[in-house]
């Protein structure tokens, strides 16, 4: 059983930073050899991914980004505690949505990363809102 925990979601203004966080709880912690996506969910939308990363190497994997968040959002991991974070930077009030962790025990595929169905377990969110 993976459960996922998000933490690092609050209020900012236009322009501001957040960094999530992204953990495992339960008996493993590791998340070593996941394919590991943020998606978000904005009120009366559809959820959408956002970034993702495989995080079998230790070095860093292939990142993948929606086109609205290049430049300003990263995604990074963190072998030694297990978690992965999501720096976001210039946050605007469009960004204002509840994000999600997602993780899959399998290489990120391009033409699936976006896929909600690509992801075996998920996290119960954390709300990011951004004022103008």
């Known amino acids: 059983q993976v459960q996922l925990v998000e933490s690092g979601g609050g209020s900012v203004q236009a322009g501001g930073s957040l960094r999530l966080s992204c953990a495992r709880s339960?008996?493993?912690?590791?998340?070593?050899?996941?394919?590991v996506a943020w998606f978000r969910q904005a009120p009366g939308e559809e959820r959408e991914g956002v970034a993702a990363i495989y995080t079998g190497y230790a070095s860093g994997g292939t990142t993948y980004y929606t086109d609205s968040v290049k430049g300003r959002f990263t995604i990074s991991q963190d072998n030694a505690k297990n978690t992965l974070y999501l720096e976001m930077n210039n946050l605007k009030p469009e960004d204002t949505a509840m994000y999600y962790c997602a993780a899959d025990p399998s290489v990120c595929s391009r033409g699936s990363v976006w896929r909600e169905g690509s992801y075996r377990y998920w996290g119960q969110g954390t709300q990011v809102t951004v004022s103008s």
């Open positions: 339960g008996y493993s912690l590791s998340l070593s050899g996941y394919c």
